[in-house]
Nanobody, 123 residues
Framework: QVQLVESGGGLVQAGGSLRLSCAAS????????MGWFRRAPGKVREFVAG????????YYSDSVKGRFTISRDNAKNSMYLQMNSLSPEDTAVYYC????????????????WGQGTQVTVSS
């Protein structure tokens, strides 16, 4: 089992950057595929980015590709999301999630979730 805690959210102007972190407890962090998801007001939770257990394979939603970068540091039991060129459309609560096995874009496939961190982008 793993517990996840996000941090790094906040208020930023359009065009700015933020770096989200996800700290994981447990000794088996490197056995989990990880993902970032977000939920904007009035919308369903959507996939943002994913990374496999080693950090070598990464994948992104079309809406963030080229602007966001996902990474992980298994030695620190941590995952990150570097977000650049932010726009008001990126405003949402961002969640990190973990799953056994391979990665997935579906939130239904993930077993563990953090509590979320708010990202607000002003125009």
């Amino acid at each position: 089992q793993v517990q996840l805690v996000e941090s790094g959210g906040g208020l930023v102007q359009a065009g700015g950057s933020l770096r989200l972190s996800c700290a994981a407890s447990g000794r088996t962090f490197n056995s989990y595929a990880m993902g970032w998801f977000r939920r904007a007001p009035g919308k369903v939770r959507e996939f943002v980015a994913g990374v496999n257990w080693s950090g070598i394979n990464t994948y992104y939603s079309d809406s963030v590709k080229g602007r966001f970068t996902i990474s992980r540091d298994n030695a620190k039991n941590s995952m990150y999301l570097q977000m650049n060129s932010l726009s008001p459309e990126d405003t949402a609560v961002y969640y990190c999630a973990a799953k056994g096995g391979g990665g997935s874009r579906s939130p239904d496939d993930y077993d563990y979730w953090g509590q979320g961190t708010q990202v607000t982008v002003s125009s």
